[in-house]
């Protein structure tokens, strides 16, 4: 890990988000999704866009690398970031009598549910979680046994996508994921009979292809284990998605995360560089998504966790996800680091089937996940912050 902690735990991570907080000055009506290809300029969306949780949120993280890592953060301290991430997140507060963001809500809601880490007797981050678990909870459609992802014009059609944060595991295990490991984006379900329609890979390159993004939040969402344990169950609404394995114990969500991690690890490029679409062709050449490579670095290590977890702890395979996300996060950011970016990495890939394409950007959400990461590795003791 010597050679990756230059750049994970480099004092320039500080100076550029400390920079960008600076840009929106008092309360927030714009918060950065992804930047110009060329010179890493950050573009700013309205506060009501599913990304805008990911700023403040990495502002949290930066408070935890602060007292994790306080030489790391270019003079800066934990009460700093702090007072900067409420400030950031006040932008949201609107959002909670209105919000079009429909299933992501649970996006929106990750500075508040980092708030109550810090201060479990915030009443204003209270009610934000329990407002936008309120929200999602009303999407859920009990003849479907799912939570719908958007709305659509024909009301006997419930769309629902891979969930990094739905509490419809089962529906989710059983129809899209495939034999071998690979997901669908998209499942349409008949919402009177809760019967399938379609299958399909909006942002992937075909319908039977493997959109690597998703994947990732695959293996996060069934591997993922809360850290707000003394939170009250209402939040429990927001984070099933994200907990499955670790909060209910069932041993089919860990084979479901690590069938997901299997196809990833076994379809990466021999160059190490994750692809925007595990099938899509070589020529032309497909673009990378550095914020896929984040999640899934993420998902990994805590898969690692839950198979140190069992009993008897099982330590071969705990190695080896932590030595594939080491490898994933290397190939990557020694690829992708982008000093001169206002973003840490460079070659993310917003959406690649759109016109025109959006891709070889710096995303806010890789970035959030590749400050996560570095915080992960602290905490486990498997890198050091100097």
């Known amino acids: 890990m010597d050679g990756q902690n230059v ?14 907080s600076q840009l929106q000055p008092g309360i927030p009506t714009l918060y950065p999704q992804y930047t110009t290809r060329d010179t890493g300029e950050w573009r700013f969306l309205g506060a009501d866009t599913w990304t805008s949780g990911f700023l403040p949120a990495t502002f949290y993280a930066l408070a935890e690398r602060a007292a994790l890592c306080p030489g790391s953060m270019n003079g800066t301290s934990d009460v700093q970031w702090l007072e900067i991430a409420r400030a950031s997140a006040t ?26 880490a810090v201060n479990p007797q915030n009443d204003t981050a209270l009610h934000a979680v329990e407002t936008f678990a309120a929200a999602l909870a009303a999407r859920f459609n009990p003849v479907v046994g799912c939570t719908r992802s958007w709305d659509t014009a024909d009301p006997t059609v419930q769309r629902h996508v891979v969930p990094d944060r739905g509490p419809h595991a089962d529906k989710t295990m059983m129809n899209h994921v495939r034999a071998d490991g690979s997901s669908f984006q998209v499942v349409d379900y008949n919402a009177t009979t809760g019967a399938v329609i379609d299958r399909r890979t909006v942002q992937g390159y075909s319908n039977s292809s493997t959109w690597s993004r998703g ?17 009250h169950s209402t939040h429990s609404k927001l984070l099933t998605g994200c907990t499955v394995y670790r909060r209910t114990r069932l041993v089919r969500y860990l084979y479901t995360a690590r ?31 550095s914020s896929a490579a984040m999640i899934a670095v993420n998902g990994l290590l805590l898969l690692a966790q839950q ?5 008897p702890a099982n330590r071969s395979g705990a190695s ?17 680091w982008a000093p001169t970016w206002q973003s840490l990495l460079s070659n993310g890939t917003v959406n690649n089937p759109a016109s025109p394409p959006n891709n070889l950007t710096g995303i806010i959400y890789g970035d959030y996940y590749f400050i996560k990461t570095g915080n992960n590795l602290a905490k486990l003791g498997i890198a050091t912050c100097h």
Do not use: C
């Not at 750049?7 to 960008?20: G, V």
């Not at 609107?94 to 508040?112: I, K, M, N, Q, R």
């Not at 030595?323 to 996060?329: E, G, M, R, W």
């Open 215 to 231: 994947q990732a939040w695959g293996i996060y969402g069934f591997a993922n284990s809360a850290q707000l344990k003394a939170l």
């Open 320 to 336: 080896y996800y932590v030595d594939a996300a080491i490898k994933i996060l290397s190939d990557t950011t020694s690829t992708f």
């Open 91 to 116: 932008g949201e507060v609107p959002l909670e009598s209105h919000t079009s963001v429909g299933h992501d809500v649970g996006f929106l809601s990750f500075p508040f549910v980092d708030e109550l």
């Open 7 to 20: 750049k994970l735990f480099s004092p320039l991570i500080a100076q550029k988000l400390l920079a960008t």
């Open 307 to 311: 198979e140190q977890s069992l009993v």
């Open 259 to 289: 069938r997901m991690a299997r196809y990833f690890l076994n379809n990466i490029p021999a160059d190490g560089i994750i692809p925007w679409d595990f099938n899509a062709p070589l020529v032309p050449p497909r673009p990378a998504d």
